[in-house]
Every structure is written in C-alpha cells, then in structure tokens.
C-alpha cells in the first residue's frame, strides 16, 4: 500500500483542495467513530465529494490515516520547536513545556487515540505514535542533562529514562483529562505538574515553593 496520490500526474489546485478535504473529514470521522467503524463513503459524505473521488487520491483508509498522523505530527514538531530559550528561568522553562504540551494533547487526543487502538496491528502507527512521543520526550531529556550541567538537577538521574517517566506522567494525566473528560482545574494542573518534575530530577529555585 502507499500514502502517495494514485494519480499520475502532479495535482492541480483542485486535486489538491480536495486530497485536503478528505483529510479533514478523514480526521472528523476517525475522532467521531475510531478506525475500525469508519467507512469510506463516511469520509467522502463528509467531505461532500463522490464516493469515487476516493480512490483517486487513497487506495485504502490506512493511507488517509497514515496521511491525518503525518500532518499531526508535523504541527506537534513544529510545536515541540517553539519553546523559550534555554538561559530562561529553568521552573518557568518547565511549566511553559508543560502548557505547551497539555494543549496540543488537548487538541489532538482524539486522534492520538485512534492511533493508539491501531498500533498494535500496524508497525507502522506504532512508530509514529512513539514518534509523536518521542519529539516531547526527547526536548525533557535535553533539558534534563542540560541542568545537570548546570549543576541544577541531580547528577545521578539518567536523563532519558526519567524523561521518559515524566513525560508518561504528564501524557496519562492529559489522556484521563481530555479523552475521558475529567475535570480539573487548568492552573492548578499547571503548577502541579511543574513541581512534581521539578522536585523529580531534584531541581531547587526560590521560584518553587
């Protein structure tokens, strides 16, 4: 199978426009009704095209979702980039990442989830989804060894494993909120957070009471 275009010549402004449109309503179905459930004539209903107009662009709906993944990944890389720079206040450089981070999940849970529920039967899902993790996991490690360093943060941690529990921490705590609609309270989620992974890889500051 391929996530190319099955056409072949490059697109026109209109194959484009709607390539894209069944992107966005591939996205919309995949949130609404998970992998398994959606079918194709779903996808096109929604994006008010012929049934047909499918095929022209997919040959199946794992390459529209491969498609939907490659874009959210994109936006959450981008993302992952834009952060404050390293000479910042390292607790307010702490909780910055982590509002960063609970905003995009909470942009994107849904589709995370469905993922999630296709990864175990397709190699390929199960890599972008730790892909996915690992643009946020790998930034908390750098930060990690950086502040060792810096003489900052404890010496004995080994920085990727403990970003990998911090960020599992937080990327639970996220999944429960806004998957399965738990409440909380956005500003005490914040600072909650920044203590705990501050006080974890042993961070002191007068900024943290």
Known sequence: ???????????????????????????????????????????????????????????????????????????????????????????????????RFLRLYRDNARIMHVIEQVAPRHPHFNHIYLEIRGLFVDRISASIRRLQEEGLADPGLDPDTAAGMLGGMVEHFARVWFLYEQEHDPEVAVETATRLWARGIGLEHPNLP
């Open 1 to 99: 199978m391929t996530d190319r275009p099955l056409t072949a010549s490059p697109l026109t402004k209109r194959g484009r426009r709607t390539r894209n449109a069944l992107i966005e309503a591939a996205r919309e179905v995949f949130e609404e009704k998970g992998f398994e459930a959606t079918r194709v004539a779903e996808i096109t209903g929604r994006a008010g095209l012929a049934y047909g107009s499918f095929y022209t662009y997919f040959d199946s709906k794992d390459a529209l979702l491969r498609e939907v993944a490659k874009g959210m990944t994109a936006e959450m890389f981008e993302a992952s980039r834009s952060g404050m720079t390293s000479g910042a206040d390292p607790i307010a450089r702490i909780r910055h990442s982590t509002e």
